[in-house]
């Protein structure tokens, strides 16, 4: 079956702009969670959705967000760009049925240039 | 908050050498999954450990769950270039919720063949 898909694979932004980046699961996958991936700071977690519901959201400011569909797809939305997000930015899905995540399918990521 | 701490941060061997990683949690885990991803890659799941003291293998690759449910190891035998890439730790939990896995910082392998 198809794997996680994300989209754009790479973008570049000016300050100031604002990005949205898609995320399709793998079918039957309900949970999708964000990651933000840096040299310095590694896989940080930015926030999980299941069923159109955000269950957990990491330390980021609110200049990050995201939303569920209920085809279970995903965005993630940074307004107001800083050079600092620039970074590869991870969609990872699980089916998660319970109250754990389970194992995360992760995609080949967006990667995110500011300048 | 809840923190997972990977020692070491690198780690250079020659291609037949041992290699260990460690994951130190600052909370008990319910579990505990390690990942790997090769350069210009994404992480791959590798395995889950859930029981306290459990020992799997997979085929070059032991890993083990502390007796406290709050350390884990990850061990290569006789690394091959293959085995090159950051391997990552991660637990559940954190913030009061499970519907998040915090990673590591990760070990980046590299091996001189």
């Known amino acids: 079956k198809a794997g996680v898909t994300q989209t754009p694979r790479y973008l570049i932004k000016t300050r100031g702009q604002q990005v949205t980046l898609s995320c399709s699961p793998i079918?039957?996958?309900?949970?999708v969670s964000w990651y933000q991936q840096t040299p310095g700071q590694g896989l940080q977690f930015l926030f999980e959705?299941?069923?159109?519901?955000?269950?957990n959201k990491g330390n980021f400011p609110g200049r990050f967000s995201g939303r569920q569909f209920s085809n279970s797809r995903s965005e993630m939305n940074v307004s107001t760009l800083e050079l600092g997000d620039s970074a590869l930015y991870l969609c990872?899905?699980?089916?998660?049925?319970?109250?754990?995540?389970?194992?995360?399918?992760f995609g080949e990521g967006s990667r995110l240039t500011v300048l | 908050g809840q923190q997972v701490m990977q020692i070491p941060q690198y780690q250079h061997v020659q291609e037949g050498e041992d290699f260990t990683t460690y994951c130190n949690s600052s909370t008990t885990l319910s579990n505990i999954q390690w990942y790997k991803q090769r350069p210009g890659g994404h992480p791959v799941f590798l395995i889950q450990?859930?029981?306290?003291?459990e020992v799997k293998k997979q085929k070059r690759l032991t890993f083990q769950f502390g007796e406290a449910k709050k350390n884990s190891s990850l061990h290569i035998t006789a690394t091959q270039t293959t085995d090159v890439g950051t391997y990552f730790c991660?637990?559940?939990?954190?913030?009061?919720?499970?519907?998040?896995?915090?990673f590591g910082k990760g070990t980046l392998l590299t091996v001189n063949p």
């Open positions: 450990l859930v029981k306290s003291g």
């Open positions: 959705y299941f069923s159109e519901t955000q269950r």
């Open positions: 990872a899905s699980s089916f998660a049925g319970g109250s754990n995540t389970g194992e995360l399918f």
């Open positions: 079918s039957g996958h309900r949970s």
């Open positions: 991660a637990g559940p939990g954190g913030g009061g919720s499970n519907y998040k896995l915090t």
